[in-house]
């Protein structure tokens, strides 16, 4: 009798967490396009991700939190979207500025 009543409560509390989760849906990736209406993310997976954008739709520049910066090619993502009719509609877009490739340097011969 315990045992049940230990085991229905332990799956109780597990479970409520992901009720509050919501119906958002989270997107991460590299921008490979972005305009005033839309975001292109490549997925780590290789999969190409559409995400419409408003007016209301709320950026947040990780290095630099309290400027008004926009996300540019090449940054890395997490949006946090909602899906309506099909299309995925962001809400925030955290964002980071990519990882900077060092231009390889020429090597020098040796005499």
């Not at 630099?64 to 509609?89: E, F, S, W, Y």
Request: a positive charge.
């Amino acid at each position: 009798m315990w045992l049940r009543l230990i085991v229905t409560l332990t799956c109780l509390f597990i479970s409520t967490p992901s009720f509050a989760h919501g119906t958002d849906q989270h997107v991460l990736g590299t921008i490979m396009a972005i305009n005033a209406t839309h975001v292109e993310v490549k997925t780590p997976k290789g999969q190409s991700v559409d995400v419409r954008v408003n007016k209301k739709t709320r950026y947040k520049d990780e290095s630099n939190p309290k400027g008004a910066n926009v996300p540019a090619v090449g940054d890395r993502v997490i949006i946090k979207a909602t899906k309506d009719d099909k299309v995925l509609l962001a809400t925030e877009i955290h964002f980071s500025a990519g990882k900077r490739v060092p231009v390889p340097m020429q090597p020098v011969p040796v005499q």
